[in-house]
């Protein structure tokens, strides 16, 4: 209850609050994580699924793959965890949101001032034409071609090998400078740029509250560590905000 307490107290006496969230939010909603014992990597070798010479030797594999993700994320719900965050928002005050997760739970609880750095599974883009489109259902053909110019399509993510979106890393940077406190759920903090973006707010000055199964990367120099699901912990942290 006491590391609940200072994280009541770091919140609301912040101006300039951020989030940042990983798989380990998404993961509460049946969404399969990457990496960890039961990860995706351990079925799946990243380099023969998500790199741009994987889906150049084989685009069919790849979208098999990733429509399967998509059915996935199509099914799952918002958890308690995205909800919470949503309400944050609607408070006035959680300012931003920095997820790396590519699904689309945050939206669907609410949340409407965020980026996402590593893309989003229910885009399409044409790599020929620029076309860029919006799944609301698993592609009927495999892979699916563009609309405009029938050249295949790829899934709006960021490969491994690929940049991150400029737009977005820059506003998710511009955010982390203006923090003066950070909620930090379900990272591990080891994937960049993303896992700089706590260190960013704390060399600022600023508190990070991190909410984790496990220790991270980010743990060391959180200020404040709450153990747990996400899905019970910020509810609880919820309620006490609201009272």
Known sequence: MEKLLN??????????????????????SGIPIFRGPNGLWRKYKPEELATPQAFARNPRL???????????????????????????EKQGILKFLITQNVDDL???????????????????????CGYRGRLKEVPDEIPPKCPECKYILRPGVVWFGESLPPRELNKAFEEAEKADAILVVGTSGVVMPAGAIPNIVKRNGGYVIEVNLSESAITPYADVFLKGKAGIILPKLMKLIRS
Do not use: M, Q
């Open 7 to 28: 994280a009541k107290k770091i919140i609301l006496e912040s101006n300039y609050l951020i989030a940042l969230t990983g798989a380990g939010i998404s993961a509460e």
């Open 62 to 88: 790849v979208w098999e793959w990733y429509a399967w993700r998509i059915s996935i994320v199509l099914k799952a719900k918002p958890n308690p965890a995205h909800f919470a965050l949503s309400e944050l």
């Open 106 to 128: 945050h939206e669907r609880a609410g949340t409407r001032n965020l980026v996402k750095l590593h893309g989003d599974i229910l885009t399409v883009l044409c790599t020929n």
